[in-house]
């Protein structure tokens, strides 16, 4: 009666831990870092978009954005990143990203082809290679690959049957960034293979010092086909909306017109008081500058607090810990109920493989909440599982 294609997959990782945890008293005050949810405040001038267009919730959204929110969406790639990029046929908004990174397997994937993707990774690459009836690849993505996956390694057979390649940098969970070498390796591969890379890059505007260098910039500089890469960005992280759904994908005519054309049929497309208040924090740049500010003061506590951890990471970006353990649920566990700190398995954002589960041996931290309330978890954390200071 039902469909069994996703039968064999686990619970998802957040439904998993709530099986883990709530089963236990929390040893202290709830203390939530296990989602990536923005906890810093979004520009209060976003509200009053949204009320000025509020009549606008009695219209049906344009699908494929407003020419607005393409314009500014094709200028900010222009000054962030110095890609050029149509707006009218190489931009398409997206109802969050998610549903972009799902959806492109689906409108651009062959079935019986392969699609790699890093491991960890973000669970959405996997659907939606088995939704398009393709055969998901995990690549390791750890310490001895400078946790970035090495495609370079796999069998030919593989990336010559591989359609797409999912990656994402700044890194979730590990928060580190492909550099220019990283990128040209890859768009390399991918023309030699013919396979497209599918780049998410939502957490490209949280990082220390210097930003990221995107795909996309990348792919153009080298001459790459136009069709070669597509990039994925969000305002959730950038503007601390998680809530506002909306992001958008940019790359090739081709590839943008099946997207199009699929999200015509199937999508959700952002209501337009959303896109109004999408049009204007494209354009707005301050905002972003002072909530990376925040970030960049909890990276120096996290090193502060964890400097002297035996193979503790310092983050260079994204808003995550990636915290060496020797068993993450246990770990977890002991934390919940001596604490009350809520953190994630790092197991529950990857598969099991033949060598294992890389990330077996780490807790996924997030570094979204106010300072203070940061600094109270991070020690708690700190004198629970690594001894105190």
């Given at each position: ?20 945890l ?5 040893g ?7 989602i ?17 267009h ?30 050029d990029?149509?707006?009218?046929t ?23 082809s ?15 290679a ?33 359609a ?23 768009i ?26 995107g ?5 153009q ?66 905002h ?15 090193d ?35 604490t ?20 077996q041996?780490?807790i ?17 954390i ?8």
């Open positions: 009666m039902f469909p069994e294609r996703f039968s064999n997959l686990p619970a998802y990782a957040f439904p998993r831990l709530r099986a883990l709530d089963v236990h008293e929390p202290g005050e709830v203390r939530h870092m296990s990536g949810e923005p906890k810093h405040a979004f520009p209060a001038w976003v509200t009053d978009v949204i009320v000025e509020a009549a606008e919730f009695g219209r049906y959204p344009i699908n494929e954005g407003t020419p607005e929110l393409r314009a500014a969406i094709a200028g900010w790639l222009k000054r962030r990143y110095d890609a990029v149509d707006p009218d190489q931009i398409l908004a997206l109802n969050g990203t998610r549903e972009g990174l799902y959806n492109a397997g689906i409108a651009l994937c062959p079935q019986g392969t699609v790699l993707m890093p491991n960890p990774f973000y669970q959405v690459y996997m659907i939606s088995i939704s398009a009836a393709a055969e998901p690849v995990f690549v390791p993505a750890t310490d001895t690959t400078g946790h970035l996956p090495d495609f370079t390694t796999l069998p030919v057979d593989q990336l010559d049957r591989a797409l390649c999912y990656i994402c940098s700044p890194a979730n969970p590990q928060g580190v960034i492909a550099d220019e070498a990283y990128w040209q390796a890859l390399e591969l991918g023309e030699k293979h013919d396979f497209q890379i599918l780049a998410d890059e939502c957490y490209s505007e949280v990082y220390r010092d210097t930003p990221p260098v795909a996309l910039q990348v792919a500089a080298m001459g790459a086909n136009a069709e070669r890469v597509l990039t994925f960005h969000s305002l959730s992280k950038r503007s601390n909306l998680p809530g506002l759904r909306s992001g958008f994908v940019a790359g090739g005519p081709q590839s943008i017109a099946r997207l199009k054309q699929l999200r015509a049929y199937a999508g959700a497309p952002i209501p337009m008081p959303l896109q109004r208040a999408s049009e204007r924090l494209w354009a707005d740049e301050e972003v500058v002072e909530n990376r500010a925040l970030y960049k003061a909890k990276y120096e506590l996290a502060r607090i964890f400097g002297n951890v035996p193979g503790y990471m310092s983050p260079n970006a994204g808003m995550f810990l990636w915290l060496p353990v020797e068993d993450g649920e246990e770990a977890t566990l002991k934390l919940w109920k001596e009350g700190v809520r953190v994630l398995p790092g197991s529950y954002l990857s598969r099991d493989t033949a060598d294992g589960n890389p990330g041996g780490f996924r931290v997030a570094l979204v909440a106010p300072y203070k309330d940061t600094e109270t978890g991070l020690t708690l700190r004198d629970c599982l690594f001894g105190q200071e």
